[in-house]
């Protein structure tokens, strides 16, 4: 035992000796490259002189990178991502300063901007060298790791009968990426680990699964990770008994859709048993997490998701490559949004202002931070883990789904999954690595571009109500204004509209090609009736429009009704797939709006765009020309990707919840075959007792840290 820590000891001493003399030689390299940058005094030094001068500069470096840039980075987590990213190169360069003040007999001079320069390189450097040097010495850093995975499984209780560990998983979420499209990148190459996967006849099979009618993240990601998104009729909606708008990337809101899902499954998650969430708008009860918006909102040691950030950057040269990265990123938006307007490429967006700041951060930032944490996790033996890569969802919205942009960015995420499937052959314990989508995406013109006014435009022109010139002077907008004339049976003139105006204005959201018009003065779910004695010409006005293809309403006399073109209504209960305003939108559409009928927070009006089934194409109510959130082509239609060998998908839900199904509909059913797999391979996990419906309660019964 005592060799051994001796051993250990000298080697780690043997490792820090061997990136110095490294960094000393980049020191000395770059002092003879870069003009504004000395190691010698203005006489000139000797070879030793200055070779010492180095040395010292470069341990300098290295001890203050090591001590004080961890302090610096948790100082700076109440900065915006954004912003800490940039002062990564001025941080890096000010302790390059520092170290060189340090230097006996001021030797090591350099300019602020050359210093940046000297730092971004040497952490680089030594970042490559201590990597080699780990890899090297594989051995016992993997007994290492065994050795602390052992301990912690020991106390968790999670060791197999055996002694044996039984295998980990990895939920790996691509967002945004639909089952044709990742079939796509595989087959053309774009994608080549995926590729072998399928290729492999035991490696991985794919299967597409349909979304409910919020085909979004906050409605599928809560589904798949709490068991749950009942009453999620969209990605953000108006809630009229407290007035508030819920917006599924709103921490506040993430929170409160997590503890309903809790409390109405009286469940923790899907992570609850030595689970880790990562990157995601939920915490799938998981103790270990890292940018989990839904613990943004929370206060108290372990609960921010910030705190991911901290444990990436804490490496000065994690933070000079993700810099490089993010800088690289931001040019190459601009390069690409330059060329689509120069080559005139429809449909288009505009793509300016803090967009390609904010491309970067979802496609560098927050990828190398998650699949970081991630690597880490496996490195841990966590048996659980559950992580979105948002990057691709991110660029398809404002470069189209299938564009050479979003092509890249899925080769960039398939470099990510081979860093991860190298990565586990050095794990601990074996991981099974599961893909898996939340929606895909359709592409096409937004409602805004191809009828020149928005949905809340086009609602308070057919409402009779003011709106923006622009608006006026397009063909929906004087359509409807002359369907209100009808409806009234008296002209209206050009002042008069706001006569026939309530006392408050509808709220018109929109997620993606799904719109929802509320009118907070009306109690509880407006009906038809009231809404034609109230705005005449409005359901006539939106159901006849070309750019909307059904509407969702209550009704007194006949309940709930779909409504479409040239007065056709359809009760729910009677709805039938490719039957009536439902038939371009495929199986499954009468089923999905029936379920969000029965939501307490539906809209009173619910609006879906049309879909053209042979261009595949919808209209965003959003500026998206990639979009998703309502029904109509592949954003309804993502996939499981999972390794050969174990349960069918089908059969594990049916083990999960009674009767097999003849295909995977619904986030909860995805949720149900996780469960299995994680139940097959570790035992049953613990739910949450009954009772826990307190937002305290319910996290202190489902995390270890609370």
């Known amino acids: 035992m005592g060799d051994g820590r001796w051993r250990t000891a000298g080697s780690a001493l043997m490792r820090v000796i061997v990136v110095w003399a490294v960094s000393t030689l980049t020191m000395l390299a770059l002092a003879g490259i870069l003009p504004d940058f000395q190691l010698q005094s203005d006489d000139g030094d000797s070879v030793t002189k200055t070779a010492f001068t180095a040395a010292w500069g470069a341990g300098a470096f290295g001890l203050l990178s090591a001590l004080v840039w961890p302090v610096l980075v948790r100082a700076l987590l109440i900065v915006p991502a954004l912003v800490l990213g940039m002062l990564v190169f001025f ?233 490089l990265s993010f800088v690289a990123e931001v040019g190459r938006e601009i390069g690409q949004s330059t060329r689509a307007r120069i080559r005139k490429e429809a449909p288009r967006i505009k793509r300016g202002g803090l967009y390609p700041f904010i491309r970067a951060f979802a496609t560098v930032v927050e990828r190398d931070v998650v699949v970081a944490a991630l690597i880490g996790d496996m490195f841990a033996g966590r048996t659980a883990v559950y992580a979105d890569l948002v990057a691709y969802d991110e660029v398809a919205h404002h470069s189209g789904p299938r564009s050479r942009d979003a092509q890249k960015v899925l080769a960039r995420l398939d470099r990510s999954l081979a860093l991860i499937v190298k990565v586990a052959e050095h794990t601990p314990r074996r991981y099974r690595v599961v893909l898996l989508s939340d929606h895909g995406q359709s592409p096409g013109q937004t409602f805004a571009g191809a009828y020149g006014l928005t949905l809340k435009d086009l609602v308070r022109a057919g409402s009779g109500l003011p709106v923006p010139r622009r608006a006026q002077r397009t063909r929906s907008g004087s359509e409807a204004r002359d369907a209100v004339r009808i409806a009234l049976r008296r002209p209206v003139a050009e002042g008069e509209e706001k006569q026939v105006a309530t006392s408050s204005d509808p709220v018109v959201l929109a997620s993606g090609n799904l719109g929802l018009i509320s009118f907070p003065d009306i109690e509880g779910r407006a009906s038809q009736e009231q809404l034609d004695r109230r705005h005449p010409a409005l359901l006539g006005t939106l159901a006849d429009h070309p750019g909307i293809g059904f509407l969702l309403v209550r009704s007194e006399r006949h309940g709930s009704v779909v409504l479409g073109r040239d007065g056709a209504r359809v009760p729910v209960a009677e709805l039938k797939d490719g039957q009536g305003p439902l038939a371009p939108f495929g199986p499954g559409a009468a089923d999905a709006v029936r379920r969000t009928d029965t939501f307490p927070h539906v809209a009173d009006v619910m609006v879906n765009s049309m879909y053209d089934p042979a261009a595949g194409t919808v209209h965003a109510f959003e500026e998206q020309i990639g979009s998703h959130g309502g029904l109509g082509g592949e954003q309804s239609r993502p996939f499981l990707l999972w390794p050969r060998g174990m349960t069918d998908p089908l059969e594990a839900a049916a083990a999960e919840g009674g009767e097999r199904a003849a295909e995977l509909v619904g986030a909860e059913t995805v949720h149900r075959v996780l469960r299995c797999w994680l139940r097959e391979a570790s035992g049953p996990q613990v739910p949450v007792p009954r009772g826990a419906e307190r937002p305290d309660d319910a996290d202190r019964l489902r995390t270890p840290w609370a």
Do not use: C
Request: aromatic content about 6%; hydrophobic content about 40%.
């Open 91 to 323: 941080l890096n360069g000010s302790l390059l300063l520092i170290a060189l003040r340090l230097i006996p007999d001021g030797r090591g001079v350099a300019a602020p901007e050359t210093a940046v320069v000297v730092a971004a390189v040497m952490s680089a450097v030594a970042s490559a060298t201590s990597t080699a040097l780990a890899v090297r010495d594989d051995n016992a850093y993997r007994r290492r790791l065994s050795r602390l995975a052992e301990r912690r499984r020991r106390r968790s209780g999670t060791g197999g009968a055996d002694g044996v560990a039984p295998p980990g998983t990895v939920f790996i979420q691509l967002d945004g990426v639909g089952h044709d499209v990742l079939a796509q990148a595989a087959a053309t190459g774009v994608m080549p680990t995926v590729a072998r996967w399928l290729a492999d006849t035991e490696g991985h099979r794919l299967t597409p699964w349909r979304t409910d009618w919020s085909s979004q993240t906050g409605a599928s990601q809560l589904g798949i990770l709490h068991g749950s998104n009942h009453d999620v009729p969209a990605f953000r909606w108006y809630e009229k008994e407290t007035g508030d708008v819920m917006v599924s990337s709103r921490p506040a809101s993430a929170l409160e859709l997590q503890r309903r899902a809790i409390v109405r499954t009286h469940d923790g998650g899907l992570l609850t048993v030595d689970g880790a969430s990562r990157g995601n708008l939920f915490s799938g009860g998981a103790g270990q997490l890292a940018l989990v918006l839904s613990m943004a909102a929370r206060r108290g040691k372990g609960r921010r998701s910030r705190a991911g950030y901290f444990a990436y950057f804490s490496d000065p040269a994690n933070a000079v490559r993700t810099a």
